[in-house]
């Protein structure tokens, strides 16, 4: 089984949705920038970002998480697209009958906007897993572990294809191969946690072993 998470890997929300946050984050007091944004909670879930602001002695806002998922739920319909490549592999893979599931930190909700308006949710209807759901957000594996139960695949025989640190090192901490795609990440060497880069989607049927048919 081939497990993918979604932000980056699937869809191409991660930017749209670390705008609204830094947005959220810069009137609740926060003085980090962009891109001090997007380094710290690329991959992160809301308890993330409640610990980050309790660490800043920042008040949670009485809105929170509520006005930022609305928020950011009506600029991903709008403006997400999948990532360059993907509708291809997730094609070669189903067509060679290799089986797929989304594992995200993100919510339902949230997986299911931006896989329907990019085109991609008919590959995942009944096979969305979300950390909400489960227990603990990676990097802990439990989502990874919960997809592959679900599905009836050992862990051992899954590869999971993830973009952030805590994604690859929730696979590495649940038994899983992991392929890290760094085209819009950069993963540090020292933080890909054992997992094999790569910077195209195109490259990712021939690291499973398939071929992309023209």
Request: proline share 7%; net charge negative.
């Amino acid at each position: 089984m081939v497990i993918f998470d979604c932000d980056g890997v699937l869809v191409d929300s991660e930017p749209i949705f670390l705008r609204v946050l830094h947005r959220h984050l810069i009137k609740a007091g926060a003085s980090l920038t962009h891109t001090e944004c997007c380094a710290a909670f690329i991959g992160k879930s809301k308890t993330d970002v409640e610990t980050y602001l309790l660490s800043q002695a920042l008040p949670i806002p009485a809105d929170w998480p509520e006005a930022f998922y609305s928020e950011a739920m009506v600029e991903l319909e709008r403006d997400c697209v999948a990532v360059d490549g993907i509708a291809e592999v997730l094609h070669a893979l189903t067509s060679s009958g290799i089986p797929i599931c989304v594992a995200s930190n993100g919510l339902r909700d949230k997986i299911e906007i931006t896989l329907s308006c990019t085109g991609l949710l008919p590959f995942f209807e009944g096979r969305i897993h979300s950390a909400y759901e489960v227990g603990r957000s990676k990097p802990a594996p439990d989502v990874f572990l919960h997809a592959a139960e679900f599905h009836g695949a050992a862990p051992e025989h899954c590869l999971v294809v993830e973009d952030s640190p805590s994604g690859v090192e929730a696979a590495q901490a649940a038994g899983m191969g992991c392929f890290a795609y760094t085209a819009a990440s950069a993963l540090p060497p020292g933080r890909l946690f054992g997992a094999q880069p790569f910077t195209a989607m195109a490259q990712l049927p021939g690291l499973l072993g398939l071929e992309l048919r023209g």
